[in-house]
C-alpha cells in the first residue's frame, strides 16, 4: 500500500492510500515474458545498464522499452534519450487513431502534443505538485490550448481539455488517477524528463542561459538533482551549466565556516598521501567513509582505487576505520552529505553531457575541492 502526503494549490493536505493492481503486475510479468522470448538479445543488454534494470519495474516504461526496441533495434544508453525516442513513437501511433473522441488530441501536431505534455510536467513540477487535482490539470491543459487554438475563448478549451485528459488516460496511462479527482504523471521519472524537457526548449523563461542559471539556483533541493542531470544529458553542450554547478557549490561551502578546517585538511591530504589514486578520488574516498555511504564517486573517478576496494585492501581498510572514528556534529555531518550529494549532481552531470576535453579534466580535477577563483570559474563570474 503506498501512503503519500501531498500539499495542493489550496493547501490542503491530501492522503492518498492506493494498492498495487493485478492488472499492471500481469503487465510486467507478460513484458518480462516478451523481453526473454521474442527478443533473445535484449536481455543481455539490459542486465548491463541499470538505467534499464530499473524501468523493468513500471509497465509504462516496459511498454517504452518494447516499441523502441522494436521500432529501432536498440536500447537508448541514456534516459533520457529513451524517453525522447518512445514518447514520440507513442505519440505517433497514437496520432493514426481513429476513436471520435480523439479528435481534439489527434488534431494536434506531434510537437504541439509532446508540448502540451511538456507544459503540464513544467507548471506542476515547479510549484512541487507530484499530484494534482482533475480542475487543476484541466486548466493546465486548457491553458495550452488556448496557446494553440487563439480563437477560442477559455469555456472551449476548459471542455477540451476534460476530453484531452481522458483521451491521454485512456491509451498509455501517461496519468494515474490515484485516488477520485487525483491525478499524477505515472511515472515520476517521466515528469522528471519532461520537465527538465520543458527548461532546454525554453518554456521556463526567456532565455536558455537565465533558465540554467535559475535552474543551479535550486541545486539545494534533491527534488532538483535529478533535472539538473537530466538537462545536462539533453544540452548539446553542458559546459556553461557544469561550470555554474560547481560555482555555486563551492559559493555555499564558503559559507560552511565549520567545515573549512576539515576541507582544508583534507585537500593537503589528498595531494600527500602515498597511493596511486586521483587526489580527487581521494578526497571522495574520504568523505564516503566519513558520511558511510558507498564508494560511487571514487570508484569511478580512479579504477585504481575501485580495484583495490574491491580487493579489500588493507591499506584502504586501515584508512577507513581511523575515518569513520573522527567525531563531527550533526550540523557538521548534514553539512557534509549536502556537500557530497550536490558534488554528485555534478559528477552525474558530467557523465551525462556532452562536455569540452578541457572542461571535463578540470572540474574533475577539482571535485570536492574550494576551486572558486580557477580561471575557467572566473570565466562565467
Same mark, same amino acid.
Given at each position: #500500500? ?22 499492471? *503486475? ?6 518480462? @515474458? ?6 533473445? *538479445? ?17 509497465? !509504462?516504461?516496459?511498454?517504452? !522499452? ?22 514520440? @513513437? ?25 508540448? !502540451? ?5 513544467? #507548471? ?11 480542475? =487543476?490539470?484541466?486548466?493546465?491543459? &486548457? ?26 488516460? $485512456? ?8 485516488? &477520485? ?14 520537465? $527538465? ?21 535550486? !541545486? ?5 538533482? =535529478? ?42 591530504? &589528498? ?21 558511510? @555511504? ?13 580495484? +583495490?576496494?574491491? $580487493? ?16 563531527? &556534529?550533526?550540523?557538521?555531518? =548534514? ?12 559528477? +552525474? ?33
Amino acid at each position: #500500500m503506498l501512503n503519500v502526503t501531498v500539499e495542493s494549490r489550496k493547501r490542503k493536505n491530501l492522503s492518498i492510500e492506493q494498492n498495487i493492481k493485478l492488472d499492471e *503486475q500481469k503487465q510486467v510479468r507478460y513484458k518480462k @515474458i516478451w523481453l526473454k522470448t521474442q527478443k533473445p *538479445q535484449l536481455p543481455g543488454k539490459i542486465q548491463d545498464h541499470e538505467t534499464v534494470k530499473q524501468i523493468l519495474s513500471h509497465p !509504462l516504461l516496459l511498454t517504452l !522499452l518494447r516499441i523502441v526496441f522494436e521500432e529501432t533495434g536498440e536500447i537508448p544508453l541514456q534516459r533520457a534519450q529513451l524517453y525522447h525516442v518512445g514518447l514520440q @513513437i507513442l505519440l505517433k501511433q497514437w496520432g493514426s487513431t481513429e476513436d471520435a473522441k480523439d479528435k481534439i488530441f489527434t488534431s494536434l501536431s506531434l510537437q504541439q502534443k509532446e508540448g !502540451l505534455l511538456t507544459y503540464v510536467a513544467w #507548471m506542476t513540477f515547479a510549484q512541487g505538485e507530484y499530484f494534482f487535482e482533475q480542475q =487543476q490539470l484541466e486548466q493546465y491543459i &486548457s491553458d495550452y490550448l488556448q496557446k494553440i487554438f487563439k480563437t477560442q475563448i477559455e469555456p472551449e478549451t476548459r471542455a477540451q481539455a476534460k476530453e484531452v485528459l481522458q483521451s491521454i488516460q $485512456a491509451h498509455y496511462e501517461l496519468f494515474t488517477e490515484w485516488t &477520485s479527482g487525483i491525478y499524477a504523471f505515472s511515472v515520476l521519472s517521466f515528469h522528471e524528463y519532461l520537465a $527538465a524537457k520543458a527548461i532546454v526548449e525554453g518554456y521556463t523563461v526567456q532565455g536558455l542561459e537565465q533558465a540554467l542559471k535559475q535552474l543551479v539556483e535550486q !541545486l539545494t533541493e534533491n527534488r532538483w538533482h =535529478q533535472i539538473c542531470t537530466l538537462v545536462a544529458s539533453m544540452l548539446p553542450n553542458t559546459d556553461y551549466l557544469l561550470l555554474l554547478m560547481k560555482s555555486k557549490i563551492d559559493t555555499l561551502i564558503e559559507s560552511q565556516v565549520t567545515l573549512q578546517p576539515f576541507l582544508t585538511w583534507l585537500k593537503h591530504q &589528498s595531494l600527500k598521501i602515498n597511493y596511486d589514486y586521483k587526489p580527487a578520488a581521494v578526497r571522495a574516498f574520504y568523505i564516503e567513509c566519513i558520511l558511510g @555511504i558507498d564508494f560511487e564517486i571514487s570508484g569511478a573517478l580512479d579504477s585504481n582505487l575501485s580495484s +583495490d576496494l574491491e $580487493a579489500d585492501s588493507p591499506k584502504l581498510n586501515s584508512a577507513a576505520q581511523k575515518l569513520q572514528r573522527c567525531r563531527f &556534529s550533526d550540523h557538521q555531518k =548534514q553539512a557534509l552529505q549536502q556537500y557530497y550529494d550536490m558534488s554528485k549532481v555534478l559528477f +552525474d552531470s558530467i557523465d551525462a553531457g556532452c562536455v569540452t576535453c578541457s572542461i571535463r579534466e578540470e572540474l574533475e580535477q577539482n571535485l570536492f575541492l574550494f576551486a572558486k577563483n580557477t580561471p575557467l570559474l572566473e570565466a562565467i563570474a
